[in-house]
């Protein structure tokens, strides 16, 4: 089974207070990928994630220069919902990217970094499937997506991205900006393996 985007709302701000919410404008679909991605001011504070059904695990996390936070739920309940971020903290700024996505199975593995300059990048890690790939970069200035990636969100200069490998092998997630400090975070994840192919290798129902 393909992995597809199923919907990912603009992303949202706050600047005041410890919680951040963000509703789906579809209902979710039952056994898909939520991936979070979040960004809080100041400095020191941890985010964690939540909503009304899904149990949400943290790929990627940093405390400083500035919190950042890329979470998922796999195969989460069906119907409305919203996400929430809590931020140990009380924030000057906070940010919110939801996404939802089909066809994955689990988690696979991720990488983080943080620098200065021109070109940020997660780092290189290597995959062992046609993994999901999904980036998320907070930088001082506006990021774009790397080669091969396309945008999921972008809000106050700071962007995710995602794209989905053609087979298993050494993936980072990469951005491009002006000269500024950055933090980027990424998370893979397998992708689900259909049925019907292990039976169609056991001529299962073949007559």
């Keep these: 089974m393909a992995i597809v985007l199923v919907q990912n709302p603009t992303p949202v701000s706050g600047s005041s207070g410890t919680t951040l919410s963000q509703s789906f404008g579809s209902n979710n679909t039952a056994g898909n990928l939520i991936v979070v991605c979040a960004g809080v001011d100041p400095s020191?504070?941890?985010?964690?994630?939540?909503?009304?059904?899904?149990?949400?695990?943290?790929?990627?996390?940093?405390?400083?220069?500035?919190?950042?936070?890329?979470?998922?739920?796999?195969?989460?309940?069906?119907?409305?919902?919203?996400?929430?971020?809590?931020?140990?903290?009380?924030?000057?700024?906070?940010?919110?990217?939801?996404?939802?996505?089909?066809?994955?199975?689990?988690?696979?593995?991720?990488?983080?970094?943080?620098?200065?300059?021109?070109?940020p990048t997660s780092g290189s890690f290597t995959t062992t499937g046609s993994d999901l790939v999904v980036g998320f970069c907070g930088t001082g200035a506006s990021a774009s997506v790397g080669s091969g990636f396309t945008q999921l969100g972008y809000f106050n200069g700071d962007t995710s991205e995602y794209l989905v490998q053609s087979s298993s092998g050494s993936v980072a997630a990469t951005f491009t900006t002006s000269t500024a400090a950055y933090v980027v975070l990424a998370a893979s994840f397998k992708p689900t393996t259909p049925v019907f192919s292990r039976f169609a290798l056991l001529g299962v129902g073949n007559s």
């Design 44 to 119: 020191g504070a941890t985010i964690s994630c939540a909503d009304s059904r899904n149990t949400y695990l943290t790929a990627q996390s940093k405390s400083t220069p500035l919190p950042y936070y890329l979470g998922y739920a796999l195969s989460i309940g069906s119907g409305a919902n919203t996400v929430t971020i809590t931020s140990s903290l009380s924030v000057a700024f906070s940010e919110l990217f939801i996404a939802e996505f089909s066809g994955v199975a689990s988690y696979d593995l991720g990488a983080q970094s943080s620098g200065t300059g021109t070109a």
